[in-house]
């Protein structure tokens, strides 16, 4: 156990919708990033933040947002959702930053029909 | 040319043996060098976490890095069937925009009991 939480485990919902995406980071951890996987992507990294301030940005599209709110935790939010947005998603925590040593939640599968 | 290549395999290998995963990275500002494991439908889990050129061992575990080169190597030995993942390599530089991590792809590892 990393000590990172997700919720939900899994989601299923329809295209057009908008869901949320919750993560709580390791206690200590003032950085949270979101990476989504998927089988031909691999792990990608969309979005980064450090006590409550976006710190970098990967491939995130428009559609999605993310916030870190000041106990911590982090919301993913994927808005406007495609077929090809169903992947898994991770959430991971580390103490600094600069993305040294990352942990990661159990992720949430999410399948978009 | 990708940032970070890694065979995705698959690998199967028998109860014992020696196994060897590497990564291959054009990036030469990369520093520090990571080494995932994530078992099915779980988050990647650190497994080990090197600095610049070298080797370092952790048990069955030995991570080796040649900046020279841009190669990277996990050696695991006295493989067990437990071991049985998908193996991600990570890596990240430092200051200004090198110091996000970059994975690869994985490489799916069975170990037949």
């Given at each position: 156990?990393?000590?990172?939480?997700?919720?939900?485990?899994?989601?299923?919902?329809?295209?057009?919708?908008?869901?949320?995406?919750?993560?709580?980071?390791?206690?200590?951890?003032l950085?949270?990033?979101w990476?989504q996987?998927?089988?031909?992507q691999?792990?990608?990294?969309?979005?980064?933040?450090y006590?409550?301030?976006?710190r970098?940005?990967?491939?995130?599209?428009?559609?999605?947002?993310?916030?870190?709110f000041?106990?911590?935790?982090?919301?993913?939010?994927?808005?406007?959702?495609?077929?090809g947005?169903?992947?898994l998603?991770?959430?991971?925590?580390?103490?600094g930053?600069?993305?040294?040593?990352?942990?990661?939640?159990?992720?949430?599968?999410?399948?978009?029909? | 040319q990708?940032?970070?290549?890694q065979?995705?395999g698959?690998?199967?290998?028998?109860?014992?043996a020696?196994?060897?995963?590497?990564?291959t990275?054009?990036?030469s500002?990369?520093?520090y060098?990571?080494?995932?494991?994530?078992y099915?439908?779980?988050?990647?889990?650190?497994?080990?976490?090197?600095?610049s050129?070298?080797?370092?061992?952790?048990?069955?575990?030995?991570?080796?890095?040649?900046?020279?080169?841009?190669?990277?190597?996990?050696?695991?030995?006295?493989?067990?069937?437990?071991?049985?993942?998908t193996?991600?390599?990570?890596?990240?530089g430092s200051?200004g925009?090198?110091?996000?991590?970059?994975f690869?792809?994985g490489?799916?590892?069975?170990?037949?009991?």
């Open positions: 156990d990393s000590g990172v939480t997700q919720t939900p485990k899994h989601l299923i919902t329809a295209t057009g919708q908008r869901v949320t995406l919750r993560c709580s980071p390791r206690s200590g951890d950085s949270v990033y990476y996987q998927s089988l031909d691999g792990l990608q990294f969309l979005i980064q933040y006590n409550g301030e976006e970098a940005k990967g491939n995130i599209l428009e559609r999605f947002s993310a916030q870190q000041p106990d911590l935790h982090s919301e993913l939010n994927l808005s406007s959702l495609e077929l947005d169903s992947a998603y991770f959430c991971a925590s580390s103490v930053q600069f993305q040294e040593t990352q942990y990661f939640g159990p992720g949430t599968r999410l399948l978009v029909l | 990708k940032e970070v290549e065979d995705p698959p690998l199967s290998v028998p109860e014992g020696i196994v060897s995963l590497n990564c990275y054009s990036n500002a990369f520093q060098f990571m080494w995932y494991r994530q099915s439908r779980k988050g990647p889990e650190l497994l080990m976490y090197t600095y050129s070298g080797n370092k061992e952790d048990g069955r575990f030995t991570a080796q890095v040649d900046k020279s080169s841009k190669y990277i190597s996990l050696f695991i030995r006295d493989s067990q069937p437990s071991d049985s993942a193996y991600l390599c990570a890596m990240s200051g925009s090198n110091y996000k991590l970059t690869g792809k490489t799916l590892l069975t170990v037949n009991p």
